[in-house]
């Protein structure tokens, strides 16, 4: 691959960390193959990048919380979900037990 390629490569890598706030690891750059054959290895690329290790203790902290973060968002939209949910008793069950 040419030196424009894996510069490409890696200005893509930290276009895509600024947007998640932390190192991706792998499995979220689809293009981590490939950076792998520039530089060796994924770790040695995102060194080359200029981001932290997605093993760094930094890191590791960073994805909790985006799961945490997550995971009251689902809990959110689910309680949202639930307060929409119509009553199952019809108008006509509504008025006869009045």
């Given at each position: 691959m040419a030196n424009n390629d894996s510069n490409h490569l890696l200005r893509e890598l930290k276009n895509i960390a600024n947007a998640m706030g932390r190192t991706p690891i792998?499995?979220?750059?689809?293009?981590?193959?490939?950076l792998k054959r520039c530089f060796g290895s994924w770790e040695k690329a995102v060194r080359a990048a200029g981001l932290d290790s997605a093993n760094s203790p930094k890191q590791h902290y960073l994805r909790a919380e985006h799961r945490r973060e997550s995971l009251i968002i689902f809990d959110i939209k689910a309680d949202d979900a639930t307060d929409e949910i119509a009553d199952p008793t019809t108008e006509t069950e509504q008025s006869e037990n009045e």
């Open positions: 792998k499995s979220e750059f689809s293009q981590w193959r490939e």
